[in-house]
């Protein structure tokens, strides 16, 4: 397949942002364990991520824990957030084949014949004649704010995760016997997780995930529609990635380990032809992993 300049551009923003984000997140995570984990009752290790530092105030502690999940949510959701994204531009404004790539016409949200007629745009040329409707410039400002939208969600997940987190910390530092239950509930924790890769309702929303806007389907190229995309992405993938998610967090939000393990995961069954088998397989895993820690500090 032949590419041309709006799929290079996008291709191209995508592995400067994946670069960049992932070095952020590296040396974040580097950083942190530079200043060591606080020991606790039970043998097991505390993150500095639920700490305020010397000196630091709670809304700074926010701001900076806030800052490195954006970077690490970019980083980790990237991967399996472009064919998504591929997917919008081919529905608002942009086609690529072996014949090369084309604007599609979208000049209006389109009903009736302006409906068929936009499809037909997306199939092939009509009357011998490009059609052509979105530049590349608005095009990548669309894209831009699907990606927003689908951020923003997961910003909004880290600030909820945050303030858990710190009240986790603060209770387990109080309470020595809680503190030695931990390992346990951990264990508990991704036990439950990869049960959850077993369900009908994963399944849903890996199906949603996959395929959102839909092969063949038309959307008005205007920023309303595009916000409100990224924003249905995001909620559809936190669902979708929310039990993987919740592994990450429990055994160490800064483990650079934990985050590369759930990030190709999450990515398998997302991307993978077969994606709810590999989702499955996952589970196997993943229960098995529950089973061990469990077993390992009963």
Partial sequence: MSTCAPQRAFFGVSALLFAASATV?????????????????????????????????????????????????????????M????????????????????????????TGDQAG???????????????VGVSGTRLGWLTALVGGGYYLVWTLFGMVAFPLGVALAAIEMQHPALARAVPIAVGVVVLIAGCL????????????????????????????????????LGFYCVKCCASLMGILLVVGVMDLRAMAVVTVAMTIERLAPAGERFAQAIGVVVVGTGLL?????Y
């Fill in 25 to 81: 997140t590296i040396v974040w995570c580097a950083s942190m364990s530079a200043m060591g984990e606080m020991s606790m009752a039970g043998g097991w290790t505390m993150s500095m991520a639920w700490m305020r530092m010397p000196g630091q105030t709670w809304p700074g502690a926010a701001a900076s824990f806030m800052g490195m999940w954006v970077a690490m949510m970019v980083a980790m959701m990237l991967p399996s957030l």
């Fill in 117 to 131: 007629s936009m499809r037909g745009g997306m199939r092939g040329r009509i009357g011998g004649e490009l059609r």
């Fill in 197 to 232: 890769q077993f369900t009908g309702w994963k399944a849903r929303q890996l199906a949603c995930c996959r395929e959102v806007p839909g092969r063949g389907r038309v959307l008005p190229a205007n920023a309303a529609t595009a916000w409100r995309h990224g924003m249905r």
């Fill in 293 to 297: 820690l469990i077993t390992h500090y």
């Fill in 83 to 110: 064919p998504m994204l591929w997917r919008y531009r081919q529905a608002v404004g942009i086609t690529c084949g072996s014949s090369g790539c084309r604007a599609n016409d979208m000049g209006g949200g389109g």
